[in-house]
């Protein structure tokens, strides 16, 4: 499993032969300049919400890729309208897709579209697939409810937002790392606006200090696992 980091909460997973695009933010996010969309490969996208810095880039990616877009049912809804492809999905429920298995679960947070339209309630994903299994997080606030899932998962990987104002800070994320059993995050969901600028350093000694490893990837850069 190859995961790549495109900015914000912007990813692109490689697994069991399948390419991956999650929350796709990229043409207004000016740091990730770099990076073409027009480019990108997508089997699949998968939307943990409808907040503009999380779908921003769905309709030109799922357009140029016909890839199934993959998330709660109001969002998906809204997209099939469009015509584009969906599976539509809902909280606690999981679906044995042909690159391995994936499970919506709980967020707090909130989820509505740009034009306002309901988007449902927010969620996270539990990805299955390759013998390694990671959880994104989506935007959230810190909750129990993250303490179910490793009663049915055990992580290699937790992707979890730290940028604070709009979700969890690093304290916070430290917490959620514990409720989820994963000593092995990857920070998202900092930097893009002032309002979630952290300090890089003090983060990651503040993992570091837990035992924990918090990885902060620049934006294009890959991990495997
Ligand atoms: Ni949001
Ligand atoms: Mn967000």
Redesign the pocket.
């Known amino acids: 499993m190859k995961i790549t980091f495109y900015g914000?909460?912007s990813l692109a997973i490689e697994v069991g032969g399948k390419h991956i695009i999650v929350d796709p933010f990229i043409t207004g996010n000016p740091q990730a300049a770099t990076i073409d969309i027009n480019t990108l490969k997508a089997d699949y996208i998968l939307l943990t919400h409808a907040?503009g810095?999380?779908v921003l880039d769905v309709e030109t990616i799922a357009k140029n890729t016909n890839a199934v877009i993959v998330s709660n049912a109001e969002i998906t809804s809204y997209y099939a309208k469009k015509g584009f492809n969906s599976h539509p999905m809902n909280h606690g429920g999981s679906w044995k897709f042909d690159f391995g298995k994936v499970k919506y679960v709980n967020a707090i947070h909130s989820s509505s579209f740009p034009d306002g339209t309901y988007g449902g309630n927010p969620g996270g994903f539990v990805i299955e697939g390759e013998h390694k299994n990671i959880y994104i997080a989506g935007?959230t606030a810190l909750t129990y409810d993250m303490k179910l899932i490793p009663l049915r998962t055990k992580l290699d990987l937790a992707i979890l937002?730290i940028g604070n104002n709009?979700?969890m800070d690093v304290e916070d994320a430290i917490i959620a790392s514990d409720f989820v059993e994963c000593d092995k995050i990857l920070g998202y969901?900092f930097d893009t606006f002032g309002y979630i600028e952290i300090n890089h350093e003090e983060s990651i000694k503040k993992f570091f200090d837990k035992g924990k490893d918090l990885m902060l990837l620049n934006i294009g850069e890959s991990i495997e696992l």
């Open positions: 914000h909460a907040h810095d999380h935007d937002p709009f979700t969901h």
